[in-house]
């Protein structure tokens, strides 16, 4: 080889990025953006990570040593497009990738569907200890399903047990059965088309755990662009935002075996829940890796 041509080619290399690189300088472009993050991400760095890893076809879950590592041109392209539709779109990354994680596991949606983002994983890692024991549970109803992420989740957290994955939309559910069909939970997972108890006839449960709509009508007109992308049925409850929430609380008792819990999230929505419900004995749940706004029930307490 020529020198000329090894100096051609020394200057090629020297222009590849890194994973790093990318990640540090969309970084930067998000932040000067001054988007809303809230979707699996909370800053800009983690939400720019997400993007360029995904572009750069490499794991999430990789070691620090992966922003070394040099990402060809095509996908570096790619990669810097993303993080311009993310700032000129304002779609959360997970819309834009196709993927995002629950509980551990990998989830595909898109805007038929919510973003999962619950705290409730946490409590389904945990096998929601001390509140049941984990091996009388048989049967568990995710309301609300949406992708499906925490009837998912509750199937791998609990093998013995059936869930019914319910919600009211047919194209939400069509996205919780591709991921049911992708964690191979088809024999144990049922979807079924409701709204909220509407569409399980008599049937009893363990556990009912629900992350329902619970965004007042004040409140979904202020939020972020960003959540316009979502459905608004899985975000909208009413004028106070406790539509979705009194049907669940209504029903529940019904629905509930003896020793069972209902758990809810209903997030900033609890101080309006309190004020509606002063009677109720909620145990209001706290959670290592942050967020709130959920609550507990037994089936005793329903029926006081």
């Not at 993080?83 to 196709?98: D, H, K, N, Q, W």
Request: charged share 30%; aromatic share 6%; net charge positive.
């Amino acid at each position: 080889m020529r020198v000329e041509d090894l100096r051609v080619d020394m200057r090629k290399v020297s222009h590849i990025e890194t994973a790093g690189d990318l990640i540090e300088r969309g970084a930067r472009r998000l932040a000067r953006a001054g988007l809303a993050f809230g979707h699996g991400t909370d800053n800009a760095r983690d939400e720019a990570a997400a993007l360029v890893l995904h572009a750069a076809g490499l794991s999430p879950f990789s070691d620090a040593r992966v922003r070394s590592r040099r990402i060809g041109s095509a996908r570096a392209a790619r990669a810097r497009e993303l993080i311009e539709r993310r700032i000129a779109e304002r779609v959360p990354a997970a819309y834009l990738t196709g993927q995002t994680w629950f509980a551990g596991l990998e989830m595909r949606v898109d805007p038929r569907v919510l973003i999962p983002r619950s705290p409730i994983a946490e409590l389904i890692e945990r096998r929601f200890s001390p509140w049941i024991s984990a091996n009388r549970t048989r049967r568990i109803l995710d309301i609300g399903t949406g992708s499906g992420c925490i009837a998912i989740a509750c199937a791998e957290a609990f093998p013995r047990a059936r869930v019914d994955a319910a919600d009211i939309s047919a194209e939400a559910l069509e996205v919780a059965r591709e991921n049911v069909r992708r964690h191979r939970l088809g024999r144990r997972v049922r979807l079924v088309q409701s709204d909220h108890f509407r569409g399980l006839a008599r049937r009893r449960y363990d556990i009912i755990v629900s992350n329902p709509p619970y965004v007042s009508e004040r409140e979904l007109g202020a939020l972020p662009p960003e959540y316009r992308h979502e459905p608004r049925r899985a975000l909208a409850a009413g004028r106070d935002g406790l539509e979705s929430v009194r049907t669940i609380l209504s029903g529940a008792g019904d629905h509930l075996e003896l020793g069972g819990i209902l758990v809810v999230e209903v997030g900033d929505t609890e101080r309006a829940v309190r004020r509606a419900y002063p009677r109720v004995p909620f145990t209001w749940l706290e959670f290592e890796r942050g967020g709130g706004g959920v609550f507990l029930l037994t089936a005793e307490d329903l029926r006081r």
